[in-house]
């Protein structure tokens, strides 16, 4: 479970779309049900009963704030501890649990950290744009047919703004591109990642993106003495197919009527990517010392070095 992309932490979903029922979804080819157990908490669970391999989120939360299986009744509680199997009064219940992932709810959204069972998982660092009070937030949904590794690649790819956004977020690399130009992508090494810069003839933009292992990108849009940015969440779901939620953050313009405006925009530049990005096929990232690389390719070979080494060890 989870090949290539276990013990990290993960946005899943926007929290707003777990409501009363429980909720599956899938990442990284794994089945997760989630529901909110007693005053809201939230339980992640692998969505197969360990009793006969029924799917847990076809069951239903009980009063007591416990997940029923609805296939023989057995209840778990949000850390998957079983509280109940019917008709088996003596049944030993602590032998008897499903397997609960950690699971936090961080702004508006609700995060795991792909090891079940593990019990004291490093902290959760989110990027505070995710969750600082401060900001109004719109959350753009998308999924597109590739391997998540492609698709973040690309989140931190800055020499396709000129080609594949020459309308959008690349129109001004465009117009300011020559044949004899030169671009140059600085990385940095962050705690949580890194941080890379691109200038384009030594001219350098304010702007520059972060990365957040294993699978966040923001990208700081320079706006004099205000806050913008765009974060791309990129999460493996069914195989063959990753979920992107695109999160635009703000401290101007609050007023949630331009929210839609937002949406819009942010919509249009993650659809401008999506047939590049799949047309590259279903297989993950190879090694980086596959494929031909250039040098403004600093930051996706970064990734790549970083998949390989810390996510696909196994595999190099
Ligand atoms: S399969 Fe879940 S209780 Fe039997
Ligand atoms: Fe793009």
Same mark, same amino acid.
């Given at each position: 479970?989870?090949?290539?992309?276990?013990? +990290?932490?993960?946005?899943?979903? +926007?929290?707003?779309?777990?409501?009363?029922?429980?909720?599956?979804?899938?990442?990284?080819?794994?089945?997760?049900?989630?529901?909110?157990?007693?005053?809201?908490?939230?339980?992640?669970?692998?969505?197969?009963?360990?009793?006969?391999?029924?799917?847990?989120?076809?069951?239903?939360?009980?009063?007591?704030?416990?997940?029923?299986?609805?296939?023989?009744?057995?209840?778990?509680?949000? =850390?998957?501890?079983?509280?109940?199997?019917?008709?088996?009064?003596?049944?030993?219940?602590?032998?008897?649990?499903?397997?609960?992932?950690?699971?936090?709810?961080?702004?508006?959204?609700?995060?795991?950290?792909?090891?079940?069972?593990? =019990?004291?998982?490093?902290?959760?660092?989110?990027?505070?744009?995710? !969750?600082?009070?401060?900001?109004?937030?719109?959350?753009?949904?998308? !999924?597109?047919?590739?391997?998540?590794?492609?698709?973040?690649?690309?989140?931190?790819? @800055?020499?396709?703004?000129?080609?594949?956004?020459?309308?959008?977020?690349?129109?001004?690399?465009?117009?300011?591109?020559?044949?004899?130009?030169?671009?140059?992508?600085?990385?940095?090494?962050?705690?949580?990642?890194?941080?890379?810069?691109?200038?384009?003839?030594?001219?350098?933009?304010?702007?520059?993106?972060?990365?957040?292992?294993?699978?966040?990108?923001?990208?700081?849009?320079?706006?004099?003495?205000?806050?913008?940015?765009?974060?791309?969440?990129?999460?493996?779901?069914?195989?063959?197919?990753?979920?992107?939620?695109?999160?635009?953050?703000?401290?101007?313009?609050?007023?949630?009527?331009?929210?839609?405006?937002? @949406?819009?925009?942010?919509?249009?530049?993650?659809?401008?990517?999506?047939?590049?990005?799949?047309?590259?096929?279903?297989?993950?990232?190879?090694?980086?010392?596959?494929?031909?690389?250039?040098?403004?390719?600093?930051? !996706?070979?970064?990734?790549?070095?970083?998949?390989?080494?810390?996510?696909?060890?196994?595999?190099?």
């Amino acid at each position: 479970m989870f090949e290539g992309f276990a013990k +990290v932490w993960t946005p899943l979903i +926007v929290a707003r779309r777990l409501g009363r029922r429980p909720l599956r979804t899938v990442l990284a080819g794994a089945p997760i049900v989630l529901f909110r157990g007693h005053g809201g908490a939230i339980g992640a669970l692998v969505d197969r009963c360990p009793h006969r391999g029924a799917a847990l989120s076809l069951g239903k939360v009980g009063e007591d704030g416990c997940l029923e299986c609805p296939f023989h009744g057995w209840r778990f509680d949000v =850390a998957g501890i079983n509280r109940g199997v019917p008709l088996n009064p003596e049944a030993r219940l602590e032998t008897l649990g499903a397997r609960a992932l950690p699971v936090r709810q961080r702004g508006e959204l609700i995060w795991v950290h792909t090891a079940p069972g593990e =019990a004291a998982p490093p902290e959760l660092e989110a990027p505070d744009s995710l !969750t600082s009070p401060d900001l109004s937030r719109i959350y753009v949904e998308r !999924t597109w047919r590739c391997h998540w590794t492609r698709a973040m690649e690309n989140m931190l790819d @800055s020499p396709h703004l000129p080609f594949v956004h020459r309308r959008t977020i690349g129109r001004s690399y465009r117009r300011r591109m020559t044949p004899r130009s030169r671009m140059e992508v600085a990385w940095e090494e962050t705690p949580w990642g890194g941080r890379a810069r691109a200038s384009l003839d030594g001219d350098h933009n304010e702007a520059f993106l972060e990365f957040y292992r294993p699978n966040v990108m923001a990208l700081h849009i320079p706006v004099p003495g205000r806050h913008l940015r765009i974060h791309a969440l990129v999460v493996p779901g069914e195989a063959g197919q990753t979920r992107l939620t695109v999160v635009a953050s703000r401290d101007f313009a609050r007023h949630p009527l331009l929210n839609p405006w937002f @949406s819009w925009l942010n919509g249009m530049i993650a659809d401008e990517d999506r047939s590049i990005v799949e047309s590259s096929g279903l297989d993950e990232i190879p090694p980086p010392g596959q494929e031909r690389s250039v040098g403004t390719d600093r930051a !996706t070979l970064q990734f790549r070095r970083y998949y390989w080494e810390s996510l696909r060890p196994s595999a190099a």
